[in-house]
Nanobody, 125 residues
């Protein structure tokens, strides 16, 4: 099993920045990809982006491209989400996700094997 713990959420004004972190523990050697999803009130879970654990290749959703950046630290098995130019519509609970070997997280959340508990991000106008 892999445990994922997010941190870094909070309240920020529109145009501001936040950096989310996700610390992985447990069977981390088995992690193949990691990613971020978000869920706004009354809406479904939305893909934000993913990163390949070894190569570092990233894929970001169009809605956040150019504003959000996913990165990882393989030493500590920590995933990051740098969020700049935040908008009120970015308000959501942000979830960290991970997949096991040779499974690549998809935009519909298939292939996700592990979820974090979520961290709230609120952007005020």
């Amino acid at each position: 099993q892999v445990q994922l713990v997010e941190s870094g959420g909070g309240l920020v004004q529109a145009g501001g920045s936040l950096r989310l972190s996700c610390a992985a523990s447990g069977r981390t050697f088995d992690i193949y990809t990691m990613g971020w999803f978000r869920q706004a009130p009354g809406k479904g879970r939305e893909f934000v982006g993913r990163i390949m654990r070894n190569s570092g290749i990233t894929y970001h959703a169009d809605s956040v491209k150019g504003r959000f950046t996913i990165s990882r630290d393989n030493t500590n098995i920590t995933l990051y989400l740098q969020m700049n130019s935040l908008k009120p519509e970015d308000t959501a609970v942000y979830y960290c996700a991970a997949s096991r070997s040779f499974r690549i997280i998809q935009t519909d959340s298939s292939m996700v094997d592990y979820w974090g508990q979520g961290t709230q991000v609120t952007v005020s106008s």
